[in-house]
Every structure is written in C-alpha cells, then in structure tokens.
C-alpha cells in the first residue's frame, strides 16, 4: 500500500500530533507500505528518508494574524495532491489545517481517497479548542471567541474568518473516511453533523522501545515529585496545578512541582509561582527534547493531566504510564477514558478537588501502588501492533469502499 500524509507539522516538532505522526507513519513502513510525509515546517524545501519514510518538508507557513491557517497553505495542498494521486493508493490528512485544501481536491474531481485525523476541533471550532459552552456556534459566538485577547489588527481579520468559517466546515466533511483518537473526540465531532458511520475510533499508540527499556525505578530521595509535561497554554490547566500545589505545599517542604515544556502561559506561570511564594518547591525546565524526557518521568512520583479543555487525547498520558506512573487527570475530554484505573480525576478547573487529589496520592502509599500496578493493564489498550492493525484494516476498508 502506498500512503501519503499531508500534515502542517512533522517530529521533532514539540506539538504532540507530530509525535504520534511519526510513530504511525513508521509503524506503516516497518510493515513493508511505501510512506511519504508532506509537512509545512521546514526552514526551506527538503526531502530525505528517515526511518523508512521518505519526508518532504515544505516552507513553514505560518497562521494568519495567529488566528487563521494561511491561505497559502490550502494551494499548495491541493498541489500536492493532484502531483501525487496517480503515485499514492491514499492521501491520510493529519490535523484539519490542510483538510480544508483536501476537501476542494475531491470537489475538483479528485481521485484517490481522502481519510483525515481527527486530533483536535478544528473540523468545526476555529480555535480548534471548543471551549465554548454552546453547541450553536453562530457567528456571533465565533467572533467573540476570536476576538478574546486579540489585538485590534488581528480582529480586523477575524471577521472574515469568522464569517467564511461555515464554508470551511462543508469543505472539512468532504473527506472519505475519518479516525477519531478517542470517543470524546467521535461525539464531539458527531454532535456538529459529521456522519457517525464516517468516523472510526483509533487511538494513539505507545513507543515499544520507551515501554521496554525505561521502566520506572523507585524514587528513593526524600522529596515527593509532582510532574506535568506539556504545552503551557491556557487550555492546558497549569496555573490550576500550580494553586493547587500550593496549597499541598504548605506545611509539606518535601513536595515539589516539575513542570517540563515551553509556551505562551510560561511567564504569567512563574509570576504566578512567585506571588504564591513556592518558587523553592516549583521548577521550570523550558521545552526539552523528546529523548531526554524520560528522565523526568523516572524521576517522579505523581502525574498530572490538568487540561481545562476536552483534551482529545494526550500523548503525555501514555508516556506517564510506561513509567508505572500514578496519574490525576481533569475530567476534560479523554483522560479520564485512557487512565481507566490508572489514575483519579479530578473536576476540571476546580483547584481544591484537585489539591485534595493531590493530597491523598501524597499520603498514601498503597494507593499509589494500586495505580502504578494498573498502568500495565490498561496500556494494552494502546499496544503499537494492535493499534497498527486496526489502522491498516481501515484503510483496507476505505479502498475497497466497505
């Protein structure tokens, strides 16, 4: 089978969708499938193979006034398509940035199938977060999303966003077939007027080799460790850790919290760390690559999941895991549908509910060991070879039109 993914970002990108890319398009090649990689973050044009894959990485475009997927982007799309269609058995759109170039591709008589990846809301949001409480996302409703935070220039250019979105939505549904990562994301997706029988449930898979050859040892130091590994971005929930830690860290100077990743909420985080006077017991790390986070999860003795967004995923998850990690997640989104017995959940946005989590994995130990116990169980949910069958029987299924 001949594969080629269209994606705006390829590994070793920081955004997670690039990591689970990457393991699914080896995963394919491995199994002896010919895979190209078309990404739109590279410095300039250039094409190599990596891993059995061969990667061609375009120009990056950037967003529209950090609102908008650029209009460059939907050509060049569409370009890539129509060059390859007569060399790929399918086109497999990852994030639906370029979903859109792909629907005017099958509009435009198109011949190969399209399938997409529905890793975020994108597909009916256009922040691609669906924060917003209303099913109705009516214009109105839209601009005001959009215009949260935005400078004057940047909500100029909102408004047209805001009003052509419906469009872009048709365009988005024109696809053959899609993968949800999770059910949250299928009801979600469902819930906007995607055809439920369109859309497959196919998670994200775990690193075999992370699996095997770093399991977590037991932490001997005195000092108990709080993780969270992420994008410090609003949606994520840090700052809600962070107050929530604080109030364990009082009166616990053996407690402290390592917060490993970069974004736009790193300064009003620290800041904040400062104001609540646990700058002792907080640590930033910055963004770190992708092979040196292990050290941080063997390091630690709780992780947590805070999004205030319905997460559709998180990768993070899997990784905490394979550690043998207990973990406490918000009840946003997937989380709580990964973790199983893995892990608490806690209310999302709620500081005390999760402060009192934060509390009750801290003071006992046997619960702890119940939840690191059940990380293997439930991680067979998310086995690499199990993950990459279902994948390629769907695809099997889309060429054959079943």
């Known amino acids: 089978m001949k594969i080629a993914f269209i994606s705006p970002v390829y590994f070793p990108s920081q955004y997670g969708g690039a990591l689970a890319l990457k393991l699914l398009a080896e995963g394919l090649a491995e199994r002896g499938h010919e895979v190209i990689v ?65 629907g005017i ?14 890793e975020a809301y994108g597909g009916f949001c ?64 469902v819930a906007r007027g995607y055809a439920e029988n369109k859309i497959d449930i196919i998670p994200n898979f775990i690193e075999e080799q992370t699996r095997l050859s770093n399991s977590r040892v037991a932490n001997k130091r ?47 985080l620290e800041v904040l760390v400062g104001r609540l006077k646990i700058d002792e017991q907080v640590f930033f790390t910055g963004e770190v690559p992708h092979e040196s986070i ?41 989380p709580p549908e990964i973790v199983e017995d893995a892990g608490l959940v806690f209310e999302k946005g709620n500081v005390n509910d999760l402060a009192q989590k934060l509390e009750l994995v801290y003071k006992d130990e046997k619960l702890r060991q119940k939840l690191s116990l059940n990380c293997s169980k439930v991680l067979q949910n998310y086995d ?4 990459i069958d279902r994948t390629e029987t769907f695809y099997q299924q889309v060429l054959s039109g079943s």
């Open 222 to 268: 005195a000092i108990f460790n709080i993780l969270y590994v992420g994008q410090l971005r609003r949606i994520k929930g840090v700052d809600i850790l962070v107050q929530a830690f604080s109030k364990l860290a009082k009166g616990n100077p053996d407690v402290q919290l390592t917060i490993v990743g970069g974004g736009p909420q790193s300064e009003a």
């Open 38 to 102: 078309f990404a739109f973050d590279g410095n300039k044009m250039t094409e190599k193979s990596v891993s059995g894959i061969k990667l061609v990485r375009y120009q990056r475009i950037e967003r529209l006034a950090n609102i908008a997927p650029s209009p460059k982007l939907i050509p060049q799309v569409i370009s890539v398509m129509r060059q390859w269609q007569n060399k790929v058995d399918l086109f497999h759109i990852c994030n639906t940035t370029p979903l859109v170039g792909a």
């Open 126 to 189: 256009p922040l691609s977060s669906a924060l917003c409480p209303s099913d109705n996302c009516s214009f109105i409703q839209r601009l005001k999303c959009l215009f949260e935070g935005r400078k004057a220039g940047q909500k100029i250019l909102a408004i047209p966003y805001a009003a052509i979105y419906p469009v872009l939505i048709s365009l988005m549904k024109r696809a053959d077939r899609y993968i949800a990562v999770s059910q949250v994301v299928k009801r979600k997706y």
């Open 294 to 334: 292990g050290q941080y999860y063997q390091a630690a003795d709780v992780f947590v999941h805070p999004a205030i967004w319905a997460e559709p995923f998180g990768l993070t998850i899997l990784e905490a895991m394979q550690f043998h990690l207990p973990l406490i997640v918000s009840n946003a989104g997937a």
């Open 384 to 387: 690499r070879d199990k993950i």
């Open 105 to 118: 591709y099958k509009i435009f008589g198109g011949r190969k199938p399209v399938v997409a990846t529905l």
